[in-house]
């Protein structure tokens, strides 16, 4: 197959990675991200070598704004992107978030497709037109980076679809991207698509074309290569796919099939792939969406091999049954069997490969935690390690701790539990009831450690399989607008449900004390006591 880009002039084949997983995929149901966890995404993007983040959609509130207009300071290679609508208000914000960015790029979109038009927007295609050139042409006071979309481009008349990317294009857009918003296209379709556009469009050549796939008929990753073959030149995606309803195209797949199919797809990209699995675990904790175990490139099973037959071949050939290295994509390749015959140094081992380095007092209660899971659980996985160390670390740095509970449950209400908390180096005890054990059990905790936040998430999953796996509960407060969230694993679910909610509570402390050092204190500095 060759590279047959109609616009390709001094073609390189050089794909600029776009990368939305602080948009598209933070905008999905339930992926919300705090401030901080937003930062820490923006940095592992950057330093893997994404060209553009888009980083949020300034106008939808406060923090999106101010989320993106800091990762505007601090990113140091890649260009950053905010997202705005075709009002002057969303533009205006947008170009005020990214200014601080090396590179800001403002992405305004407007619907193309006649459903849209009609039932969404209520106006006539000639409006739409004229709003493409205002709002192109506003952005491009703000910075000389604009991407225009055309929403639901694979669902709009070619014709209507070919004057707006030229009118674009006129007004200054430098990348027109070509979403298939409702993941709705084919390759064929969508290669064609970029074909004509390209031919067609007068001035196609003073632009780059960009792919952006929704994956509800699970043909994102497909569609963009096809849109790459004809020559888009950029692709826009999201780590582990995350983003509105199905997703979006994720980017560790992209990355992962021009690498290892170069024969086919002769194309690069910037991305430093033995970074994949460090980002794809990041977004999962951060948005609290496990990664799916057979999910390609990064699911915990993609380079796992069960079966005698594949077994036997890879111990004859890694080459039989492997397509791609697991250390290309961040995994160790040897994985030790962890379990209670392992010593110090295997589990020191471990913790390495595993990317953790613990001082030697951390260490030694990992082990000893260890140790007692080993006694209790007959298979130990890499993230029944990483759980427990992640939870000894969050310990340590905890104000609050769980000193002892017992919990009464079953079908005769109301549900009780008995808890001794440390609070602050004290030890306090309570008795409450609930409706619920884990009801029971927060109530508790708040009529021990007085507080105003409220809870916006509580989650368990099980961290491997079986009846003896360990839970881990996920649980988000939020408070006076600030939004803190924590993980706790343990055999025990309740145990692991009182763990997360005062660890959580423990980082609305320490918030609070950081926020009362940072800002002067005035009537909206003032915090609440625990
Ligand atoms: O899917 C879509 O159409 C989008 C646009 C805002 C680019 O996300
Ligand atoms: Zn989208």
């Known amino acids: 197959m060759t ?52 980083a949020g959609f300034p106008i939808a ?31 205006e914000r947008c170009g005020e978030a990214v200014r601080h960015a090396r590179r800001p790029r403002i992405h305004t979109f407007i619907s193309t497709s006649p459903i849209h038009m009609k039932y969404k927007l209520q106006k006539e295609p000639a409006e739409v037109l004229d709003m493409v050139r205002a709002q192109v042409s506003r952005a491009r006071a703000f910075t000389d980076d604009v991407e225009w979309s055309a929403e ?55 632009a780059i074309f960009s792919t952006h796939c929704h994956n509800d008929l699970g043909l994102a990753v497909a569609n963009s290569l096809a849109g790459v073959r004809a020559g888009a030149r950029q692709i826009e995606c999201t780590i582990n796919g995350i983003g509105e309803r199905a997703g979006n195209a994720a980017l560790e797949e992209i990355v992962m099939a021009i690498k290892t199919r170069a024969d086919v797809l002769p194309y690069a990209t910037g991305i430093e792939s033995t970074m994949l699995t460090r980002a794809s675990k990041l977004v999962a904790a951060a948005t609290s969406f496990p990664v799916q175990y057979n999910k390609a490139i990064v699911g915990r099973n993609a ?89 000894e670390i969050a310990t340590n740095a ?58 916006e998430l509580y989650q368990v999953h099980a961290v491997t399989e079986g009846t003896d796996a360990q839970a881990e509960v996920s649980v988000r407060l939020s408070e006076d607008g600030r939004s803190v969230g924590s993980k706790a694993a343990d055999p025990d679910t309740m145990v692991a449900s009182a763990k997360a909610y005062v660890a959580a509570l423990s980082k609305l402390m320490i918030k609070r004390q950081r926020q009362v050092v940072a800002q002067p204190r005035g009537p909206e500095a003032k915090i609440k006591g625990i």
């Open 3 to 54: 590279n047959d880009s109609a616009n390709a002039g001094a073609d390189t084949g050089r794909i600029i990675m776009f990368d939305t997983t602080l948009r598209d995929g933070e905008q999905s149901p339930g992926a919300t991200m705090t401030f901080e966890e937003k930062l820490e995404v923006a940095d592992l993007l950057d330093e893997m070598g994404v060209d553009v983040i888009e």
């Open 303 to 391: 380079f796992a091999h069960e079966s005698g037959i594949h077994q036997d071949g890879m111990l004859k050939h890694t080459q039989t049954y492997e397509i791609m290295t697991p250390e290309s994509v961040g995994v160790a390749k040897t994985s030790l069997v962890m379990g209670k015959h392992s010593g110090r140094a295997a589990f020191r081992s471990k913790l390495k490969e595993l990317g953790y380095d613990l001082g030697d007092n951390a260490l030694e209660d990992a082990f000893n935690r260890f140790k007692a899971l080993a006694d209790r659980k007959k298979i130990i996985y890499d993230e029944d390690i990483e759980a427990l160390v992640d939870e």
């Open 398 to 455: 905890d104000h609050i701790k769980v000193v002892s509970m017992m919990v009464v449950a079953g079908t005769q209400g109301p549900q009780s539990a008995t808890m001794t908390l440390e609070v602050e180096g004290k030890e306090k005890t309570i008795q409450s009831t609930g409706n619920g054990p884990v009801d029971a059990i927060f109530n508790a905790i708040q009529k021990l450690v007085p507080h105003t936040a409220t809870l």
């Open 152 to 206: 639901d481009a694979t669902r709009t008349e070619h014709e209507f679809l070919c004057q707006c990317v030229e009118t674009a294009i006129k007004a200054g857009a430098t990348t027109i991207n070509i979403p298939d918003t409702v993941g709705y296209t084919v390759p064929d379709e969508y290669y064609a698509l970029f074909k004509m556009l390209i031919e067609r469009v007068p001035n196609a050549d003073k």
């Open 61 to 91: 509130s406060d923090g999106d704004f101010e989320a993106v207009s800091e990762i505007a300071k601090r990113v140091k290679n890649a260009a950053v992107c905010g997202l705005a609508r075709a009002g002057a208000k969303d533009i």
